[in-house]
């Protein structure tokens, strides 16, 4: 275990939060101050830790007050020594004799050194500042960089917000971390250079430094007692939800939900070359089809399950026609999004006063977007599910094969379970929806639901004769059973359960084709 050994005269904030984290297992054993009655000392003591008070005495000599400091840490068997706003210059004799030794200073190296960083800040107008780790060495403030973390400077900033923003959110960051390298023995120090193992870049960095402007305050986010803004990454080239122009500019603006929906809306129809049109609700699709037309597309997306349907956002991958727009007009949705109107259609769509109305422009090139996903204390980073299958990367595992039309119907079911929550159940005939079951805690409840929602909800069609999509493997047999009372003919699913012999066989029962995919499709947010 690393041991360190902290000096301050102040407060000691870092220290503190060097001591709360443990990064990488560091233990702060001690707090040395030169001030007796600096606080540092008693938020130690209440956390437990040693602490030593070495004054300097009235006409001491450095060497000595220094000597004097040396011994104290002796005591402590200490392997890195750790400045947080200790207030008096280390002598070259003293960094010869102790562990290596950081410091934190509250600017971006070798910009702005000195006491007064804040200040020299502020007066040379810079729009971003931060912090340096760096390694003490006998000139002040020119030591060799560990890592360095930088914050915005604002207009109205004074140096008391710069300073704790630079604390909380630089500081913070920083000085964790390379106490963090260092105990994970990272840290090569030498030829006054620093270098760290695995501080690499790539697809997954091992430090982020994210940018978004704010684009817009929204007027409430999910709930209207939650506040809630846009920020707009200006490097997506894809088209997106958030540089869309709103084509009629007397609605009202988007509202945070809106944004959730369009974008999950957007995405279900980019996954189709074909004519493709989605009606999606709280992010699950009400009903997604493709077709010869746009309009033909809407119609079968629509009748999926209109009821659900009503105050959705509906989304096309064409060019929305007169025909689509007085389809979409006919009952209340909240947004449409699609690459290009026609005039015919702007006009019958800007009748509804509040019908927020989209251009995505050119879908484009699709790009490695990463999708996150904010956690307390951090945030989960992954590749968008891009997978496209064809026909040659389905197993057919029962004694049925699909015929033709089932292949093209399971290829369509999987694309599209993609965008419904898991647990999640999709019933297609042809390439349309005909019901969908998602967001359930147990899969055969989703087959159930998908069921009831083609039998009560779906209009002009049914599940007879249709085929099945799960985004996981089925773990029992009964989601089997439970689909063939529901006339489902064939399945696609990613296989891999221990009781996949028991899936089979029970296809194979009800003679339904089921093919596996070998990879599944969650989707939980």
Known sequence: M???????????????????????????????????????????????????????????????????????????????????????VLTGEFLD???????????????????DAHEQVLEAGVRISGCTVHIV??????????????VPVYEGDDEESLKERVLYEAEFRAYPRAVRWFAEDRLDVRDGEVRVEGDEGGRFPARRTVSEDRSTELRYGENPHQEAALYADETEEEATVVHAEQLNEGAKALSYNNYNDADAALGLVKEFDEPAAAVIKHTNPAGC????????????????????????????????????????????????VAPDYREE?????????????????????????????????????????????????????TEREPSEEEFASLLFAWHTIKHVKSNAILFAKGTETVGVGMGQVSRVDAVRLAAMKAEEHAEGKDSEGAVMASDAFFPFPDGIEEASEAGIEAVIQPGGSVNDDDVIEAANEHDMAMVFTGSRAFRHD
Do not use: W
């Open 97 to 115: 004799d102790a562990p290596l030794t950081l410091n934190v200073h509250p600017s971006l190296l070798p910009s702005f050194p000195g006491m």
């Open 289 to 336: 089809a493709t077709a010869d037309a746009v309009s033909e597309a809407y119609d079968r997306a629509l009748s999926t399950d209109p009821m659900s349907a009503f105050g959705g956002i509906v989304a096309l991958n064409r060019a929305c026609d007169e025909e689509t727009a007085e389809a979409i007009t006919e009952s209340f949705k909240e947004v449409v």
């Open 2 to 88: 690393t041991r360190i050994a902290g000096m301050a005269s102040n407060r000691g904030r870092n220290l503190m939060h060097l001591a709360d984290g443990a990064p990488g297992g560091a233990e702060l054993a001690v707090v040395l101050s030169n001030q007796a009655d600096a606080p540092v000392l008693e938020k130690a003591a209440d956390r437990g830790i040693d602490t030593e008070v070495v004054e300097r005495e009235e006409s001491e000599e450095r060497a000595s007050h220094e000597r004097r400091i040396l011994d104290a840490l002796a005591e402590y068997d200490v392997d890195l020594v750790c400045l947080d706003g200790y207030m008096r």
């Open 137 to 150: 060495t006998r000139e002040v403030d020119a030591g060799p960089v560990v890592t360095q973390e930088s």
């Open 345 to 397: 259609a702007l006009s019958v769509l800007r009748e509804k006063e509040n019908l927020r109305v989209l251009d995505v422009g050119p879908f484009g090139e699709p790009g490695p977007r990463l999708r996150e996903k904010q956690l307390a204390g951090g945030r989960l980073v992954q590749e968008r599910d891009d997978q496209r299958l064809s026909r040659e990367d389905l197993e057919v595992v």
